[in-house]
């Protein structure tokens, strides 16, 4: 492996793996300070919801940690064990953070919209672009190589539209917890702490993927000379 190549996995794996190290960290801090409403995070996204007229959106209990998110499709908020049992500041982050994806969708934000429609295509590009990568190294077809990056970049898109759509959704969620009195001013201090911490693992993901389609362009526009 040349010295680049090396370089771009240390700098994906130093950026993913810091993101990832920070979100745990605030995490683990903010599950453990209680609100004093004490609200749950089931509480806390039922309020936000009914307040915005969409008390047609069902919440759901889903198994795992921080697997929380809202599905636009049939309209349900799904917060994990600790999220919604939970009444501490991390729980009423993420749980107004799903439900600001709720407003975004009733208000048919375009980017929510938009980054729907395409996860199919995602899903597949996901897949057919290591099958094409690894086909195209097995047989020496660097057409199929670059088919393989292609589908990168597609994915790439995606997590560019995912960005505005993550951002808005937080700055829906600090602005209405805030508005509805369920967090104090150190507590709104703190969920604001963790939504941005929970943000960043996003934009960590984009330069991920930036580094590493950069890192097979240069890989095989190098073994083409």
Request: net charge positive; proline share 2%; with cysteine.
């Amino acid at each position: 492996m040349d010295i680049i190549s090396l370089i771009l996995i240390l700098l994906a794996t130093l950026i993913s793996g810091g993101a990832s190290l920070f979100i745990r960290i605030n995490y683990k801090k903010y599950k453990q300070i209680n609100l004093n409403k004490k609200m749950t995070g089931y509480d806390v996204a039922r309020e936000i919801l009914d307040k915005n007229n969409l008390s047609n959106v069902l919440i759901f209990e889903t198994e795992g940690e921080l697997s929380d998110h809202y599905d636009p499709s049939n309209k349900t908020v799904k917060l994990s064990p600790d999220i919604y049992h939970g009444n501490t500041i991390a729980a009423a982050s993420v749980a107004a953070h799903e439900c600001g994806h709720a407003i975004q969708d009733k208000e048919g934000y375009t980017f929510l919209k938009f980054r729907h429609k395409i996860i199919p295509i995602v899903n597949l590009s996901s897949k057919a672009g290591y099958i094409a990568i690894t086909l195209g190294v097995v047989l020496s077809m660097i057409n199929l190589i670059w088919i393989g990056i292609a589908f990168e970049i597609i994915i790439l898109l995606f997590q560019l539209v995912t960005l505005p759509v993550e951002f808005n959704a937080s700055k829906r969620a600090l602005k209405i917890i805030k508005e509805l009195n369920i967090v104090n001013k150190d507590e709104h201090s703190g969920a604001k702490k963790m939504l941005t911490s929970a943000a960043l693992t996003y934009v960590a993901g984009v330069l991920s993927t930036i580094l590493e389609i950069l890192r097979l362009v240069f890989m095989f526009t190098r073994d083409d000379r």
